[in-house]
């Protein structure tokens, strides 16, 4: 029987999928809603994975989406940080910016429909000024990395498994061969 | 866990439990403790800053990292929003409650469900924030609590199976085998 394909290529593509969608400013808003962007890069390197397998190989197993998980996740985490890292250093508060451009459409939104109490809208925009702030220093990276390095391993791990569920060939239910009479 | 077999083209029967239903049972109480804990991280971190504790902004950055946490369309405790939106916070504490069923009905996890439903739940949040988006119908509360519930309500239905299965997998098979790509517990079917 030949051996399964190795895992660290398919690992890499999601980790990139996840740095991508993680670190590039406007993408990175995906992972407001419950990590998407994470769990998307997880699914992709199951995808990945599952594409390289061919008939003569052992099935593809939830051990191993669990392992891909997990590396991309890793990956995932160091490279959104450098990836978001270059975008500051390179192209100066660009995720700022974006950011405040939607914030305060929401916020204005949300203050027109009274889904805010008027004075918390100025409170809400300080703590969104403080946290700007401290995403542009060198210690609240560093807190970011140390926070992506433990969250992105489980989201892109659930995202594998989840993955695997979709694309794992259905096995095969274990049928009683007739007794010869 | 019984009846998880599969027959692969040689007609080997490959047996997944090889996880001690103890076992199985224990790594469902360290789910549903981490679970728990991440509930109470997300409750915890209000009540935190209300008490005028340093570690408050960490843990509402931590959880900021997955999550927009806009005061808005957050639930509030003694006057601070949750470390997590009412979407999030609907997930996760429905994951926990069905976590905890799961262990209450230990039968049910044997066999991974229909994908069907889980699709299901979530194309129906996934559509829930695209109208909200696009402003073709915006997206209440309600609509938020229905859609994440549901969503992390079906989850460990699929996860906790799978995540056993995984780590069992992971345990059963010392590295040589699995560079042959065999199996080290198989028999041979009648």
Known sequence: MFEKPNKLRSALMGGAVIGLLSGVPGLNLLNCCCCLGIMLGGVFAVYAYRREFTDEMPPMESSDALIIGIIAGIIGAVGASVISGLFNVVFGPIEERLLRGFWDKLVQRLEEQGGVPGGSVDDLRAQMDRSMAESRSLGGMLRGLVFALILYPIFAMLGALIGFAFFRKKPVTHVQPPQAT | ??????????????????????????????????????????????????????????????????????????????????????????IYLSFLASVLALLAFPSRWSRIPSMIPLAAALSLMALDAFLNVTGIAASTELHRVITGSLVGALLPWYLVPLLVDAIAGVRRTPRSNVAQGEPVHVRKTK
Request: with cysteine; aromatic share 10%; glycine share 12%.
């Open chain 2, 1 to 90: 866990m019984q009846g998880r077999e599969r027959l692969d083209k040689n007609g080997i029967c490959y047996d997944n439990d090889f996880m001690p239903v103890r076992t199985q049972r224990r790594l469902l109480i360290g789910i549903a403790f981490l679970a728990a804990l991440w509930c109470t991280g997300i409750f915890g971190a209000p009540l935190m800053r209300h008490a005028g504790l340093g570690i408050a902004d960490h843990l509402y950055a931590f959880y900021g990292r997955v999550c927009h946490q806009l005061g808005g369309r957050s639930w509030h405790l003694n006057g601070e929003p949750l470390a997590v939106c009412v979407r999030c916070s609907a």
